[in-house]
Antibody, heavy 116, light 107 residues
Framework: EVKLLESGGGLVQPGGSMRLSCAAS????????MYWIRQPAGKAPEWLGF??????????EYNPSVKGRFTISRDNTQNMLYLQMNTLRAEDTATYYC???????WGQGASVTVSS | DIQMTQSPASLSASPEEIVTITCQAS??????LAWYQQKPGKSPQLLIY???SLADGIPSRFSGSRSGTQYSLKISRLQVEDTGIYYC?????????FGAGTKLELK
């Protein structure tokens, strides 16, 4: 069974940093692109970026809206995906999801609140 | 950015009815279009990918179609469990973009 489990969310002050993790299981992690998507409460999801699979050199792509502030990485020995978020703003408040492949499987989400 | 204009924003239908939701892309996206269903407090679930392909485990009453840059999700024989918010997503170019969503309620 494919499982994705995000962790690391919580409350952070504006200008702060936070790292989210996504633990993957049930599939060959290195075969898949991995994505981060966020969704503010009551709004549509927003794609943040992805990191490619082994065959494509684990390179990354970002939404210009977060490029330079957010960094996606993966630890293929631990089947872990990460999202490092810096210089956080109130508008980054959302539920953050990881997803795999054609975005056919998503985690349950991690809530991030940016507030003083 | 590619804009995905989704309609209607909401609709109410009776069980066993046929429902259609559409997304209009602002430019050609080929078949790089997916449909998701989201229930309250849950993550989105993939229904359709590549515009017309049914995702694993999704009932056959869900179907997708394309006409040029207009994409449609049809739910035939609506069931009570089909309530939720439906989103389209284009994966043709960066940034991938979602439609604003369609809230489906049953009468």
């Amino acid at each position: 069974e494919v499982k994705l489990l995000e962790s690391g969310g919580g409350l952070v002050q504006p200008g702060g940093s936070m790292r989210l993790s996504c633990a993957a299981s049930g599939f060959t992690f290195t075969d898949f692109y991995m994505y981060w998507i966020r969704q503010p409460a009551g709004k549509a999801p927003e794609w943040l970026g992805f990191i490619r699979n082994k065959a494509n050199g684990y390179t990354t792509e970002y939404n210009p809206s977060v490029k330079g502030r957010f960094t996606i990485s993966r630890d293929n020995t631990q089947n872990m995906l990460y999202l490092q978020m810096n210089t956080l703003r109130a508008e980054d408040t959302a539920t953050y999801y990881c997803a795999r492949g054609i975005m056919d499987a998503w985690g349950q989400g991690a809530s991030v609140t940016v507030s003083s | 950015d590619i804009q995905m204009t989704q309609s209607p924003a909401s609709l109410s239908a009776s069980p066993e009815e046929i429902v259609t939701i559409t997304c209009q892309a602002s430019q050609d996206i080929g078949n790089w279009l997916a449909w998701y269903q989201q229930k309250p407090g849950k993550s989105p679930q993939l229904l359709i990918y590549s515009a017309t392909s049914l995702a694993d485990g999704i009932p056959s009453r869900f179907s997708g179609s394309r006409s040029g840059t207009q994409y449609s999700l049809k739910i035939s024989r609506l069931q009570v469990e089909d309530t939720g918010i439906y989103y389209c997503l284009q994966r043709y170019s960066n940034p991938y973009t979602f439609g604003a969503g369609t809230k489906l309620e049953l009468k």
